[in-house]
């Protein structure tokens, strides 16, 4: 199964900004999810987490696990912010 990390954002805040958001506003990551591939389209994201929440809201991150082998599933930057129920999914 591939899996594709997805970012659980907070509300905008005018304080800096990320790639593709507009004008300044900061959408900070709450927690950091993973979720399979949805059936046919290895590039798109299914409708659930491996924790069960909806990816609707959530945003596609720019790493991909498998092009980092024997790194972490998630981007180091997040390690704290990781969901708990998502990486003891992968890791069993």
Not at 38 to 44: E, F, L
Not at 65 to 70: A, I, M, N, T, V
Request: aromatic share 6%.
């Amino acid at each position: 199964m591939t899996e594709i990390v997805v970012y659980e954002l907070d509300r905008t805040v005018a304080t800096g900004s990320l790639p593709g958001t507009p004008d300044g506003a900061e959408r900070r990551v709450r927690r950091v999810h993973a979720a399979p591939a949805a059936p046919g389209t290895p590039t798109a994201t299914g409708p659930r987490t491996l924790c069960g929440k909806d990816t609707f809201a959530m945003e596609t991150a720019g790493w991909n696990p498998s092009e980092h082998p024997g790194a972490a599933w998630y981007p180091a930057e997040y390690a704290s912010v990781v969901c708990p129920d998502c990486d003891a999914v992968i890791e069993t």
